[in-house]
């Protein structure tokens, strides 16, 4: 019983942000239990005149994102990674009317043409949502199937596309992935094939997060019989053609609240002028934002480890085992010491990358480092927290064992593991040659 | 009528943080905690930004007294929509006595310089549950107010407030200039928008100390101590009646 209410104040405390539904607000204040030790400050510092990449906008936009999560997404999470999916349209139509959607994007389309360091400030702050499913969905909304479209798009496209999908009005989805080509995305089969001045496409993508509700899809697919690298393209696909077909909803051990869906293409004609850019530049234009998408997710999840240690000091305090809190067993708080220690590193890592980013270099060295630690730090975190956790950390009635199962998806989506090495040593030159 | 509307906006110790006192008992920790925009302030800047909108005013000007990060809280109005903002400077021992007889003679001031039509602020602050600043500033301009607000609107040139009282709800009608406080449910406030949080950067932040207005912020009071709410106690289960009253006796308590 005790260990059960314990989880759940924890849970309250953390989840409640229902101010404007109370009466009052006499009893809502929680007082500490400790009088000694200076409260815990992670992530971003009061002073702002001494952050790395942050200005005093940076966090008023952290602030106000977090009043949208806290009011308009957390209360429902439960519900929805319970339900399989959330309201992309609902909830993107909320971002994007605060103009959270389009930080990156161009002011023409209803964008805020700001630097990427704003994106990562939205990144961060999407990780205090209590699942990786929704922040993995808005991310591929902002940041996976539009920067393309916003770079190399005709006029009329990113009016058509881009636009409302900035407005939140258009969910927007990534067809890259197929059944046979995940890593090796030169060896995907969809083909496009030019028929006077349509595009027929046959094929099919796997792992399309927003899928299932999607109004639009970005998709690669082959134009030509040229070299792999060379011989793609990229399209906006409206999703309700004749010949797309939601094959299936994807069953997935975590990122419940994110619809993923396997795709089929039966003869689908698309306008010639659907392609974005010049034909055969597809595999280009993607690659071309892999840096973003990588620190992009290394946002998210900081935030997101930050949250579980925290939660995890919490329990542990007040749960007690051989007449002493959990939490004041040296292994415990030293093991949360070298966590949080590891933490900081990445996000010093983050930084660093963005701060360089944005003045104009190619970090895809540093991109990688840290999408390869972010996804391996996560399953150490999630790993120790849940065992800290003990029974509870079991239950699905904690967010513990939640961040456990979403979390692993970062060693293996957006760049698994492996492909991250295999750039880390192209740049050490350790790689075999030929 | 000058369409001039003064909101006052203090910054607080975030309501989701957990409170500490401070080993000497002297006060609470404040140092590396988060602060934010004191919630009835809020709904204070959406109000008095909900009448611009509806051109019922001119302008909306966001007010805080305080150090240096008072001017964040001015900031996160002028994202909401306030025009521009005034920074009362007020730093250290003087920062930490300052209450509400203190604010509401600056308010004062100030409402009497900008020629305000309205001050709009919130019914109470939550670190010192004072309600009384609203109060105080009417009295001493001599304005009627209109406090716990849950419904604000024009008739003329009067001004139509609906009250949150004990029993319910009570209407009135007050002359301006006035003084009006707002309760919860008087609005929502909206989410500052990205495109207004980068606007707000241009807008303009006055700076002054309350000498500049002549007032006088020494503190009538003085803190001996802040302790934290007792621990609640375990009860004890009875098993009948009896044992019930016996024990209350033994109490004392019947």
């Not at chain 1, 009329?156 to 090796?184: Q, R």
């Not at chain 2, 109000?47 to 909108?53: I, L, Q, R, T």
């Not at chain 2, 300052?98 to 009497?112: E, F, H, N, V, Y």
């Not at chain 2, 304005?143 to 607000?149: D, E, I, L, R, Y």
Request: net charge neutral.
């Amino acid at each position: 019983m005790a260990l059960r209410k314990g989880a759940l104040r924890c849970n309250m405390l953390v989840n409640s942000r229902h101010f404007y539904k109370l009466t009052s607000f006499v009893g809502v204040r929680s007082v500490s239990d400790k009088v000694s030790s200076k409260p815990v400050t992670s992530g971003d510092p009061e002073t702002l005149g001494d952050h790395l990449i942050y200005t005093q906008e940076h966090f008023a936009l952290k602030e106000s994102l977090r009043k949208i999560i806290d009011q308009e997404i957390n209360p429902h999470v439960d519900q929805w990674e319970a339900e399989g999916k959330f309201p992309a349209h609902k909830i993107f139509k909320i971002l994007g009317n605060a103009g959270f959607l389009g930080v990156s994007k161009p002011v023409e389309y209803g964008g805020l043409g700001l630097d990427f360091s704003y994106s990562v400030a939205v990144s961060e702050e999407l990780g205090n949502i209590r699942c990786g499913g929704i922040p993995m969905a808005i991310g591929v909304q902002s940041d996976m199937a539009t920067p393309a479209l916003a770079r190399f798009g005709s006029a009329e496209l990113k009016k058509e596309f881009l636009l409302p999908s900035i407005m939140g009005d258009k969910v927007a989805c990534l067809g890259v992935s197929e059944v046979g080509a995940g890593s090796d995305v030169s060896s995907i089969k969809t083909k496009a094939v030019r028929e006077g001045d349509e595009y027929v496409i046959n094929g099919g993508k796997m792992w399309t997060t927003n899928g299932t509700q999607a109004d639009w899809i970005c998709l690669l697919a082959n134009t030509s019989d040229g070299p792999p690298h060379r011989n793609k393209s990229l399209f906006c696909l409206p999703m309700n053609l004749p010949g797309v077909h939601i094959a299936r909803k994807i069953d997935k051990l975590g990122m419940w609240s994110s619809d993923t869906a396997e795709l089929f293409f039966d003869d689908v004609r698309v306008p010639c002028k659907n392609i974005i850019g010049q034909e055969g530049m597809g595999f280009t234009y993607q690659m071309l934002q892999f840096q973003e998408e990588r620190l992009w997710a290394v946002a998210n999840i900081l935030t997101m480890m930050d949250n579980i240690i925290q939660e995890t000091i919490q329990y542990t305090r007040q749960r007690k085992v051989f007449k002493q809190s959990v939490l004041h067993h040296q292994s415990v708080h030293f093991r949360l010491a070298e966590l949080q220690t590891e933490v900081e590193l990445l996000r010093s890592l983050l930084h660093r990358a963005t701060a360089l980013y944005i003045k104009g270099n190619d970090v895809t060295r540093l991109a990688s480092m840290a999408k390869l630690k972010g996804g391996r730090l996560a399953r150490e975190v999630g790993d120790s927290c849940l065992q800290f956790w003990g029974g509870m950390g079991f239950t699905s009635d904690v967010l513990v064992s939640r961040f456990y199962r979403d979390s692993r998806l970062m060693s293996i989506g957006a760049g698994a593991d492996e492909v991250m090495l295999g750039i880390i040593c192209k740049y050490m030159d350790t790689l075999p040659k030929n | 009528m000058s369409g001039r509307v003064l909101v006052g906006v203090k910054r607080v110790i975030d309501y989701a943080v957990k409170i500490r006192v401070k080993p000497d008992n002297s006060s609470v920790v404040t140092d590396g905690v988060k602060h934010s925009m004191n919630p009835f302030c809020e709904i204070a800047v959406e109000e008095a930004v909900k009448m611009k909108e509806k051109k019922l005013i001119k302008e909306v000007v966001a007010v805080s007294c305080g150090p240096q990060q008072a001017q964040e809280t001015i900031r996160t109005a002028l994202a909401m929509g306030a025009d521009r903002g005034i920074h009362v400077e007020v730093t250290g021992k003087e920062y930490e006595t300052l209450g509400p007889l203190q604010i509401s003679k600056i308010m004062a001031a100030l409402a009497k310089k900008e020629e305000a039509q309205l001050v709009i602020l919130g019914k109470q602050a939550i670190d010192d549950d004072c309600n009384q600043t609203g109060q105080m500033t009417a009295a001493l301009l001599d304005w009627p107010q209109g406090t716990f607000a849950s419904e604000v609107s024009f008739e003329g040139d009067k001004i139509k407030v609906v009250r949150e009282i004990d029993g319910g709800l009570e209407t009135i009608k007050i002359n301006m200039p006035a003084v009006i406080t707002a309760d919860l449910r008087l609005n929502t406030p909206r989410y500052a928008t990205l495109p207004n949080i980068m606007k707000a950067k241009k807008k303009k932040i006055a700076n002054m100390k309350p000498a500049d207005l002549g007032v006088d912020i020494t503190s009538r009071l003085e803190v001996l101590r802040v302790d934290e709410p007792p621990q609640r106690q375990a009860g004890v289960k009875v098993e009948t009646v009896e044992d019930l009253v016996s024990k209350l006796s033994e109490a004392g308590l019947v």
